[in-house]
């Protein structure tokens, strides 16, 4: 099983570039568990049909002993294994400490155990990198890291406090940095800015991910673009991004 995190700047497209991530790697064969680690818990709204999923936490106030594994897991397009942390109502309670509590009940739940799943997508605001919000960085929730990134100023400063935020906890053994996600949004000289910042960072552009318009009109229809547009070119860079972080054994095996 390979554990992955992917964070951003909020805003930055960083659950629309996870969810058709996830969804193609669930096309070539993949068995894939998404998390969304977000209070606005939208992770996984366009694998599940544009339909919002009860979150962890919810379920944990609502159901209480009843709580059972299928109450928090949903299978979504492609058999992704949906799940969205949650958080408390807004001016209430702490956002990071309900991601602890999500995690420590899909432990206790043995989400991993039973459902067994290749690849598990980690989808993290990355705003803010303390408390629950670092919980994939540690204790092995995550072995590698990729940070969806563009050409805006406070979007690569998040990026830099996030690549630092790893550094910190891969000297302890913890998950390392897989590279940079440029998901574009048509600031001037992009790409050469991410690639100054990622050669501060000391990482790379793993993926280059265009403003395409087929993008916002799938998510519309409440689909990722994997399922909306299989064939067109956008869907074709996704599925790119999914050989780059998928292990070459694992798509062999599941194809």
Do not use: W
Not at 11 to 19: D, F, P, R
Not at 30 to 40: E, N, S
Not at 79 to 107: D, Q
Request: proline residues 4%.
């Amino acid at each position: 099983m390979k554990k992955i995190a992917i964070y951003g700047k909020g805003g930055i497209g960083k659950s629309t570039t996870t969810s058709n991530l996830s969804a193609a790697l669930a096309v070539s064969g993949l068995r894939v568990m998404q998390i969304g680690c977000d209070p606005k818990a939208d992770s996984t709204k366009t694998l599940m049909g544009g339909r919002v999923i009860p979150t962890v936490l919810n379920s944990i106030k609502t159901k209480r002993e009843d709580l059972r594994l299928e109450h928090v897991v949903h299978q979504g397009f492609g058999g992704v294994l949906c799940v969205e942390a949650g958080g408390p109502t807004p001016g209430v309670g702490c956002a990071g400490r309900g991601i602890i509590s999500a995690f420590e009940k899909l432990e206790e739940l043995k989400a991993f155990q039973v459902h067994a799943p290749d690849i598990v997508i980690y989808d993290v605001l990355g705003d803010v990198v303390c408390g629950g919000f670092a919980m994939p960085l540690r204790e092995g929730y995550a072995e590698e890291v990729y940070i969806v990134t563009s050409g805006e100023m406070m979007s690569l400063y998040a990026a830099s406090n996030i690549a630092h935020a790893v550094a910190q906890f891969s000297v302890r053994g913890y998950a390392k940095l897989g590279g940079l996600i440029l998901n574009a949004k048509g600031v001037d000289d992009e790409t050469s800015l991410v690639e100054k910042a990622a050669r501060e960072i000391g990482t790379d552009i793993v993926q280059y991910i265009p403003r395409h318009s087929l993008v916002q009109k799938a998510e519309n229809q409440g689909q990722s673009v994997i399922e909306a547009f299989p064939d067109s070119d956008i869907s074709r860079i996704y599925f790119d991004l999914a050989a780059k972080i998928a292990t070459p054994t694992q798509i062999a095996q599941a194809i």
